[in-house]
């Protein structure tokens, strides 16, 4: 029943943010009398379409979901003061509620005298929920890099007449894999040196979804011109160090460091802040780098190609300083998939 509620759940992948995904199952014995799954931020939550779903068989039910009911007044009412009216008995949570303006619902139920446990299926639950597990508990989100590259590592030619050209090192069904994760971001981030080489739109395209990302640019000295792709349609942000002298159709946000670069921890934090639960990054390897260094990612997910370019095409991650093998930045690997004729990695740290 527990899979079945994180299946559902997972229905809102692409559309729920800022808020998590999640989904319910009624049930009386055996039967399945009400499911249901939350659509998009303002909609009702999934345990209120389950009940309506069951109606009067509601009564006596055992309700699972894969996050705690809420407790709070937020765009929809309490989830608890439903699962009361409605006489379910008991409520079995994958997991507890990170977010503390909802939290303690099961509290309050068991209060209520309704049994409460959770626990079950957490691991799955949280996985689902890693962007919004860490944006309540660690108020940034959770920073994806996304990365093509062939066998040997390389991610783009670096010189000659094709310098910067990476379109397209992996094949067309990883392609659109990887748009299937922009898809489930709630942003998608650039540096000024993708977007002056590839001039890249960052919007899903590959896969059918109601929703287009944020999409976000480091540009340090705002040197984006006002005809770059990503800018079209408005709607973009841009963290620069510099006061913005130019209007550029938009939102345009200084954070800078001591070194005349953008603050990135900083940067999380105010993505956070706009609810960005999951980042998605499509940098080159300058940007990875920085990320990297100021500790600013979370794991890794990379194509490989079967080929090689050679030691001097351009690498992944600009990762000065490493004079011992101890510094060597270690992951563990979370999948390992084969996708067309290109291999996934997702790795973590
Ligand atoms: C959801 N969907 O199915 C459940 C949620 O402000 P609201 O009303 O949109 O409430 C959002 C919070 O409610 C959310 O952050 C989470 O803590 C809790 N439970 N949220 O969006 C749901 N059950
Ligand atoms: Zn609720």
């Known amino acids: 029943?527990?899979?079945?509620?994180?299946?559902?759940?997972?229905?809102?992948?692409?559309?729920?943010?800022?808020?998590?995904?999640?989904?319910?199952?009624?049930?009386?014995?055996?039967?399945?009398?009400?499911?249901?799954?939350?659509?998009?931020?303002?909609?009702?939550?999934?345990?209120?379409?389950?009940?309506?779903?069951?109606?009067?068989?509601?009564?006596?039910?055992?309700?699972?979901?894969?996050?705690?009911?809420?407790?709070?007044?937020?765009r929809t009412p309490p989830c608890i003061d439903l699962i009361q009216k409605n006489k379910i008995n008991r409520v079995i949570a994958a997991m507890l509620d990170p977010n503390p303006k909802a939290a303690h619902g099961g509290e309050a139920l068991a209060a209520a005298r309704i049994g409460f446990e959770h626990g079950l299926m957490q691991a799955e639950a949280r996985e689902l929920n890693i962007g919004f597990v860490s944006r309540m508990t660690r108020g940034r989100p959770w920073v994806r890099i996304k990365i093509a590259a062939t066998l040997d590592g390389r991610t783009a030619l670096a010189g000659g007449p094709n310098a910067g050209k990476?379109?397209?090192?992996?094949?067309?069904?990883?392609?659109?894999?990887?748009?299937?994760?922009?898809?489930?971001?709630?942003?998608?981030?650039?540096?000024?040196?993708?977007?002056?080489?590839?001039?890249?739109?960052?919007?899903?395209?590959?896969?059918?979804?109601?929703?287009?990302?944020?999409?976000?640019?480091?540009?340090?000295?705002?040197?984006?011109?006002?005809?770059?792709?990503?800018?079209?349609?408005?709607g973009a942000l841009i963290f620069c160090a510099v006061d913005p002298g130019k209007k550029l159709g938009a939102e345009i946000q200084k954070l800078s460091n001591p070194h005349g670069k953008v603050e990135l921890p900083r940067m999380l934090e105010e993505l956070a802040r706009r609810g960005i639960n999951e980042l998605h990054v499509e940098a080159g390897f300058r940007l990875n780098g920085s990320l990297v260094r100021e500790g600013?990612?979370?794991?890794?997910?990379?194509?490989?190609?079967?080929?090689f370019l050679g030691d001097e095409a351009e690498g992944m991650l600009a990762l000065c300083g490493i004079s011992s093998l101890d510094q060597k930045i270690k992951l563990k690997i979370a999948s390992l998939d084969r996708i067309g004729d290109d291999i996934r990695v997702l790795a973590r740290l």
């Open 166 to 234: 990476s379109q397209w090192i992996t094949g067309p069904e990883a392609r659109q894999d990887g748009h299937r994760w922009r898809a489930r971001a709630c942003a998608i981030l650039t540096g000024i040196g993708t977007v002056k080489a590839d001039d890249p739109r960052l919007t899903v395209r590959d896969v059918a979804t109601p929703r287009q990302p944020l999409r976000v640019i480091v540009d340090s000295r705002l040197e984006i011109s006002e005809k770059a792709k990503v800018l079209d349609g408005g």
């Open 1 to 74: 029943m527990m899979a079945r509620a994180l299946a559902l759940a997972e229905k809102g992948l692409y559309t729920t943010t800022p808020n998590p995904r999640v989904g319910c199952v009624l049930t009386q014995g055996e039967s399945v009398v009400g499911e249901g799954w939350h659509e998009k931020a303002g909609a009702p939550h999934a345990e209120a379409v389950a009940i309506r779903q069951a109606g009067e068989r509601a009564a006596g039910a055992t309700l699972y979901v894969n996050l705690e009911p809420c407790s709070h007044h937020g």
């Open 296 to 307: 600013c990612v979370d794991e890794f997910l990379i194509y490989l190609n079967p080929s």
